[in-house]
């Protein structure tokens, strides 16, 4: 299910910026519009160069100290999104590139991301253990089915063909 709205979401993207494109060449003029496009480009380049140089310089601080750089991790992975989005030709395009570069909008999106994408994937994959969602007493309200026998005390075999 999640991959049909991916596929849907890659499509779109250069549909709206051909469409935004052909919009505002319309609008503009095509020289002012490609020039627009190289200009928002060679700019969040920069931006992104940048902000990795210092993205870095905060992820070795952090290991130096011993501490875990999550967030560094995660800007890294932002700045590389953002160098692709900027690399695409398009307005749509360039605009969802600086909203990942810039630190100011970074930092929402970071949040949102570790939220609703990083926990719940890593509570997955740990049982729990990364969020502290572990049980320690009792059983989990998880509905086993079939996989789950009443037993009383003197008997050991659970499977009814081993009788």
Known sequence: MRLRWLFVLLLLIPLSDALLLVLVADAVGWQVTVALVVLTGLLGMLLVRAE?????????????????????????????????????????????????????????????????????????????????????AGFPDDDYGDDVYDVDGGSYSVDDDAK
């Open 52 to 136: 990795g140089r210092y993205t870095l310089q905060r992820l070795q601080e952090k290991l130096a100290r011993g501490d875990v750089p999550t967030t560094e991790l995660m800007d890294g992975g932002m700045l590389i999104a953002a160098g692709a989005f900027l690399l695409t030709p398009g307005l749509v395009t360039d605009t969802l590139g600086f909203l990942l570069a810039v630190p100011i909008t970074r930092a929402p999106i970071r949040a949102v991301l570790r939220r609703f994408v990083v926990q719940p994937y890593l509570d997955r994959r740990s049982g729990g253990f990364v969020t502290g969602r572990v049980w320690t």
